[in-house]
T-cell receptor, first 115, second 116 residues
């Protein structure tokens, strides 16, 4: 089975600063999808950003961007201009591309935003 | 409004008493999944379904059953709950097709289950 590793259980950032959350994964497949999900205290799971492995260009969504390093099997999330509302648990996830609907999640990084 | 609903949102039960957590989506999605979330372990997939009458095991299927008799519904059944099944459970759905731009997983609000 694929494994997804988030080595930073907790991170903090000053408001308006930039923070990077790390994620690595282990797979023998060449085609897959990677995701970052945000879970605020409300527990709702919210998709932040998605990256297709066959695309070399890094995905961006407003203040959120990723650094996708396929050879290194690394998928970090950069949050620019951090806001208080960014405080949440962030999960990295891997999805197989061509078989079924299997998802693998990391253990999460709890992000605190300091005013 | 496009959404995934789960019921109940909170449930306290006792060991061995069969229970069902319902999940329903109104987006005509083919794919549906159940996850459990535990501190320090993230989300782990229990079962997933790719369409009506098509289900498969995820990473942690032991002690759970599912059925997909209708496209919109995907109930999670615990035949004989045990305390180690105390967890936060999420249902999710998505459109079929890995290449679609809209292949985004939509999550329900979660069900907090406590088994005494």
């Amino acid at each position: 089975a694929q494994t997804v590793t988030q080595s930073q259980p907790e991170m903090s950032v000053q408001e308006a600063e930039t923070v990077t959350l790390s994620c690595t994964y282990d797979t023998s497949e060449s085609d897959y999808y990677l995701f970052w999900y945000k879970q605020p205290p409300s527990r709702q799971m919210i998709l932040v950003i998605r990256q297709e492995a066959y695309k070399q260009q890094n995905a961006t969504e407003n203040r959120f961007s990723v650094n996708f390093q396929k050879a290194a099997k690394s998928f970090s999330l950069k949050i620019s201009d951090s806001q208080l509302g960014d405080a949440a648990m962030y999960f990295c996830a891997y999805r197989r591309a061509n078989t079924g609907n299997q998802f693998y999640f990391g253990t999460g990084t709890s992000l605190t935003v300091i005013p | 409004e496009a959404q995934v609903t789960q019921n109940p949102r909170y449930l306290i039960t006792v060991t061995g008493k069969k229970l069902t957590v319902t999940c329903s989506q109104n987006m005509n999605h083919e794919y549906m999944s159940w996850y459990r979330q535990d501190p320090g372990l993230g989300l782990r997939q229990i079962y997933y379904s790719m369409n009506v009458e098509v289900t498969d095991k995820g990473d942690v299927p032991e002690g759970y059953k599912v059925s997909r008799k209708e496209k919109r519904n995907f109930p999670l059944i615990l035949e004989s709950p045990s305390p180690n099944q105390t967890s936060l459970y999420f249902c999710a759905s998505s459109l079929r097709g890995a290449r679609l731009v809209t292949d985004t997983q939509y999550f329900g609000p979660g069900t907090r289950l406590t088994v005494l």
